[in-house]
Each structure stands twice: as structure tokens, then as C-alpha cells.
């Protein structure tokens, strides 16, 4: 049975950028949406133009059709609180560490076995700099992006010198991969495509934290690489969804992938051992 998908899109007033999680989705479906203004701007409301959803906490429930909606912003007034807030990437529960000068000043600074989280603020560029700085030690730095995608280094999985910026950016819902391809791993399974925004090998190990939606949970995400040069898709790893959908998936480089959900890890260790047994 294949699950019928309906589109999703997302405008703005052009005072501001905004996004979706997802670009397609089936009905019953969460949609995340996030809003950006532009400097002197703040977002004022979403309106939907198609789709008749609800919009609640910049969310909704995708319907048996598609969905249209626009992000609304409006000029802050003078004196507004939201201008005293940071512009750039800082580091969470530290407002006196904004910038990437400052953040690599504290990632190089950190203690073994510390963790650190970056608001990316709206940017998914990080200079390599930051990466640099914790090779070898046991420190975790999580880069936030906002939208439920989270990117977590670890200093001890840096084998590379001098990184150059990671763009980490990450678009769901892509359709790049032929679909003949994605279904002949997928079958009837629900599975996402999602493409990475950097092209090629990280230089170290980064583990992406991603909402498959709360429906999934207790079954796993099966990340399949596509390998052009095959025509293949092949398994890299796989995580169970927790309690609120969300999962974690390991990367060492960028490119093109398949998330499947299914009730098992789809590594073929079922297939092997069936062949084994019939020997």
C-alpha cells in the first residue's frame, strides 16, 4: 500500500524567511514551521492560504490535501526587548558568549566530558575553527538549528586537520533519490528523504538528532546512504525513535539519504541469518 502525500508550502511577505520541516507529508502528519525576520522585522502571525489547517505553537496537522501558508512579520517598534537580544550563534545559558570568536574561545576552554549548545540562531554554517578546537578531547558541542535538528561533535571523532566550514543545513523531504530506487528498500514502510546541505567526507563523526513524529515511536529510523555511482541505497546506521519522535543517526559525511521506520534495523542481519540456517 503506498501512502498518498500531499505538498506543503510555505511564503512569506518578504520581510523575513520561513520554513517547513517537511515539504511533503501524508495526512495525520506534524508540520513544523519556523519564521525568520529580517533585521527591524519580527514575525507577527501565519496565514493560511490553502489547506484550511490550524496553526498552533507554529504547528499543524497535515489534511487529505495540500497546505499553503505565509509567515507575516511586522516592523518592531522602537525600543523593542527583541533588539537586545543576540543577532548571532551563542551558546545556551551563557548570554555573555554571542559570536564564533567567543564560542571557540569556550569550546577550546572546555573540560573533558563537558557538553555545549550552540544557537545557531538561524545560521547553518559553522566555521571550522570550532570544530578544530576540541579535536582529540571528550568534549560534545551541539549545534541547534532550531525545527527539532540538532548536530552533535564529539572532539574525539575529529581525525582531520583544519576543517573548513560545515554548512549543516538539512533539507527534508527532498525527492532526489529515484523512487524506484527508495521502494525497493521501503516496500509499504513510511520513509523520508532528506538531503545535507555540505557535499562530501565532515572530517569527523556527527550525530543528527531529528523528529520522525511522536506515531513512530518505539520503532526505528533506518538511514540509507545513496550511492549514486551503484544506483543503490546503502545502510549506514540506525536509531530508536524515542517517546517524543525523536531519534539520533550518525554521519561522517554529506550527501543524499533515505530514513525508513520499520519495526527492526533493516542491517540484512535477518537476511543472514536465514541464509545461514538453510545451509
Known amino acids: 500500500m503506498v501512502v498518498e502525500e500531499f505538498e506543503q508550502t510555505v511564503t512569506t511577505d518578504g520581510n523575513g524567511t520561513a520554513i517547513a520541516n517537511i515539504t511533503t507529508a501524508a495526512s495525520g502528519t506534524k508540520v513544523t514551521l519556523t519564521a525568520s525576520p529580517k533585521d527591524g522585522y519580527q514575525f507577527k502571525e501565519w496565514q493560511v492560504l490553502e489547506g484550511g489547517v490550524t496553526i498552533i ?12 501558508v505565509k509567515a507575516i512579520f511586522e516592523k518592531k517598534s522602537a525600543g523593542n526587548e527583541d533588539d537586545k537580544k543576540p543577532t548571532g550563534p551563542s551558546i545556551v545559558g551563557d548570554n555573555g558568549t ?14 573533558a566530558g563537558s557538553t555545549i549548545t550552540v544557537d545557531m540562531n538561524g545560521t547553518t554554517k559553522v566555521p571550522g575553527a570550532v570544530i578544530d578546537s576540541i579535536k582529540g578531547k571528550d568534549v560534545n558541542v551541539v549545534f541547534d538549528l532550531g525545527n527539532g535538528i540538532k ?12 576543517i573548513g566550514e560545515i554548512d549543516f543545513g538539512v533539507t527534508t523531504g527532498t525527492k532526489t533519490i529515484p523512487i524506484d530506487v527508495v521502494n525497493e528498500v521501503t516496500g509499504e514502510r513510511y520513509s523520508i528523504q532528506i538531503s545535507l546541505v555540505y557535499d562530501g567526507e565532515f572530517g569527523f563523526t556527527a550525530t543528527l538528532s531529528i523528529n520522525m513524529d511522536a506515531k513512530n515511536a518505539g520503532y526505528y529510523a533506518n538511514l540509507f546512504y545513496y550511492n549514486k555511482s551503484t544506483g543503490k541505497l546503502e545502510f549506514m546506521n540506525a536509531g530508536k525513535i524515542d517517546g517524543k519522535g525523536n531519534v539520533e543517526l550518525t554521519f561522517t559525511h554529506a550527501s543524499d539519504y533515505t530514513i525508513v521506520v520499520s519495526d527492526k534495523v533493516m542491517d540484512g542481519s535477518d537476511k543472514k541469518e536465514e541464509q545461514a540456517e538453510n545451509t
Open 98 to 111: 554571542t559570536g564564533w570568536d567567543a564560542i571557540k574561545d569556550k569550546t577550546a576552554n572546555a573540560t
Open 57 to 68: 505553537n507554529n504547528g499543524f496537522t497535515m489534511p487529505a490535501g495540500n497546505v499553503s
Open 151 to 162: 548536530w552533535t561533535v564529539n572532539g574525539r571523532s575529529v581525525t582531520k586537520d583544519g
